[in-house]
């Protein structure tokens, strides 16, 4: 679907006023959608996809994914969570997970971004090296 300039404009501007401190308000795009959605502007529905679209990428940037093989310890959870958001901003949203497949070491994906410091991931490029 092709939005419009003007579209794509509203939508940026729109998500501008929905972030406090560079940081995304749900409750604020919550009640932009709503408003937006009473109102019914000219070319609101290209308007409503597009700011979908800027939150969604928004949330996803901001997601973090941490997995390790076995159970990371209090102090360990609490350096990785320090480091991350020390790279990313204090807006990262933070999830530990186990993944016994890893073998060892820690998987992190943040955004679109990972960091892959695991066993598995070693002895496969060590085996693709033979």
């Known amino acids: 679907m092709k939005i419009s300039k003007l579209a794509q404009r509203e939508a940026r501007q729109l998500f501008r006023n929905c972030q406090v401190n560079s940081l995304l308000d749900e409750n604020r795009a919550r009640q932009t959608v709503a408003l937006l959605l009473a109102k019914k502007p000219h070319g ?45 901003g204090p807006g990262a949203d933070i999830a530990f997970s186990q993944n016994p497949a890893l073998l060892g070491g820690l998987r992190v994906q943040v955004g679109s971004d990972l960091y892959d410091g695991s066993v598995r991931t070693r002895l496969e490029k060590l085996e693709q090296s033979f």
């Open 44 to 88: 609101y529905v290209e308007i409503l996809s597009r700011l979908h679209r800027l939150v969604k990428l928004e949330l996803e940037r901001r997601a973090a994914r941490v997995e390790s093989a076995t159970p990371l310890p209090a102090d360990l959870q609490a350096d990785v969570t320090r480091r991350i958001r020390q790279i990313y």
